[in-house]
């Protein structure tokens, strides 16, 4: 036990009417909602990194945060960090957690200095999972932080780079599916450019390609059952990231074979920063049959950041896990709070209760998005938007050929009546609800 939480007792539900700033008023891990628990809906994520990891520097200054494990530079202290993490994934009660190498392990003076760092953390998890029912959701590898990273990771112009990349990735794998993760997440922060006026595209897309390849022959070689996600973002840290959104991601995964294999951790951030709504990115992932994961949080559309602000907008939530819902769910995937507290919120109790809130949020959403669907009233706008399809005619026409299809209009039997895309009517719908 640290007393970095204090002995916090876990939070409880409450119902809608609580005043209490540390229970749920949404969030009822039993709640069945559309034939399924909301726990089991929402598969919850704290991520180390943003919850544990991060010091509360930004671009114009240091450490804020001062936490019993800090300097996070020896693996005593990375154990009270681990310590910590659990205690706090016992207060929330959320089912799983989301780590990059890097958050857990303080980095050695080698690569085999900073794996057997690892494994001792890894070890330490494993004992600490064994009697609770926290899980993982997803482990990644963070090749982004460290100088060595700094022109990409598979797409760094050194071999050498490549090489401690796939070496890196490897040793990630390994332990994520050890403690039996349930996705294995690669965000290419580096796989980009800074200028086009050194970087050779084809090539370095070409390796990433490869890469990518690699990563799933090894899944299937050591029998991870696990979903394999990128994470689109267009661009931070780089100028340009290659993953630049679910669409870009779908059509490097063809041209390298992979849309099979791969699939999407998608971003509510990431969404904006490409210039999408987040429902947007989930629609055009799961209308490509490539949805996986989602890391939730939100950014100040103001600053034009990748802010990574715990959500707090009950409609755009709802409409993420309507698409979400109408696609069947998460299957291997889950709700990654890839969000940190502000750099002024020092304490514990910020913590708690930023995910606390984050947490009802996402209830909030997800009961309103079932309700629209139960409802039905979006789909049957849509069945009646599209009912001309519906005709025999109409099918025909795409088995048919532009000539063909000529002489029909040709001979006047098609008549275009423009209707009524009726946005508002729709807009005012889904305010019922949310
Ligand atoms: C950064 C990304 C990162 C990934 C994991 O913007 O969101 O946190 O989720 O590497
Ligand atoms: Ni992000
Ligand atoms: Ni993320």
Redesign the pocket.
Known sequence: MTDFFQGMAPIAYEGPDSTSPLAFRHYNPDEVVMGKRMEDHLRFAV?Y?HSFAWEGGDPFGGQTFERPWHPQDEIGRAKVKADAAFELFDILGQPYFCW?DADIRPEGDSFAASLRNFETIIDYFEEKMSTRKTRLLWG?A?MFSHRRWMSGASTNPDPDVFAYSAATVKTCMDATHRLNGENY?L?G?REGYETLLNTDMGRELDHMGRFLNMVVDYKHKIGFKGAILV?P?PQ?PSKHQYDYDATTCYGFLQKYGLENEVKL?L?QG?AILAGHSFEHEIAAATALGVLGSI?MNRNDYQSGW?T?QFPNNTPEVALAYYHILKDGGFTSGGTNF?AKLRRQSLDAEDLVAAHVGGMDICARGLKAAAAMLEDGGLDQALAARYAGWDTPEAQAMLQGDLGSIFEQVHTGKVDPKPQSGRQEILENYVNRFV
Do not use: S
């Open positions: 991520a990194w990059h990644t963070n997440v965000w922060g994470e973002k931070e951790n971003e990431h890391d990748d990574d890839d």
